[in-house]
């Protein structure tokens, strides 16, 4: 069984692939960055410095070229932070125009910059990270700067271990 459905990642390259991605993410991460574990499509890591830990998953399908896109929960102990999600936007996002996070019949709104989104406060954070624990699947959604739709997927599977294993890195620092 594929541990990822989407274009052209299944079976053998599934399996190639993400451990590939993480071991390209932790290569390109700074010195001080440790790898905690993969879970499915989710990554797990840990930052000395500053002291932080997150879980980590790239989109289900992504577009050519698009090397940015990304979906965090991270723990930042010196601000007592835990659980803060986090969005990376594969294109710029129009001025002033909403941002959604989808799960089926559910949805939060976001706030934004350009290319990055959050929840709205603590709250919402605990409230998404209890639907990504709970769920199969995601999708963030906005309209670009050139005003068409835009949204990026992803699959659930293993995220609830990733939160979990960077919750247990950050505190056994």
């Known amino acids: 069984m594929p541990l990822l459905k989407g274009r052209g990642l ?5 399996r190639i692939c993400l ?22 499509g989710w990554g797990a890591f840990r930052d000395a410095n500053p002291p932080r830990c997150f879980a980590i998953a790239t989109p289900e399908r992504r577009s050519k070229g698009d090397r940015r896109s990304f979906a965090s929960v991270a723990i930042w102990p010196r601000q007592h932070i835990n659980g803060q999600v986090h969005f990376r936007l594969r294109e ?4 002033n125009s909403p941002i959604r996070l989808i799960f089926g019949d559910r949805s939060f709104s976001l706030v934004a910059a350009s290319l990055d989104a959050w929840a709205p406060d603590s709250r919402a954070d605990a409230a998404i990270v209890a639907a990504m624990r709970s769920g199969t699947s995601m999708r963030i959604a906005w309209v670009s700067k050139d005003g068409r739709d835009r949204s990026d997927g992803y699959l659930l599977a293993g995220v609830a271990t990733a939160i979990d294993a960077a919750a247990l890195g950050c505190a056994r620092r």
């Open 10 to 14: 299944t079976g053998i390259g599934t």
């Open 19 to 40: 451990p590939l991605c993480a071991l390209l993410l932790v290569a390109a991460a700074p010195v001080d960055r440790a790898a905690l574990g993969i879970f499915s």
């Open 92 to 95: 710029p996002r129009a001025p």
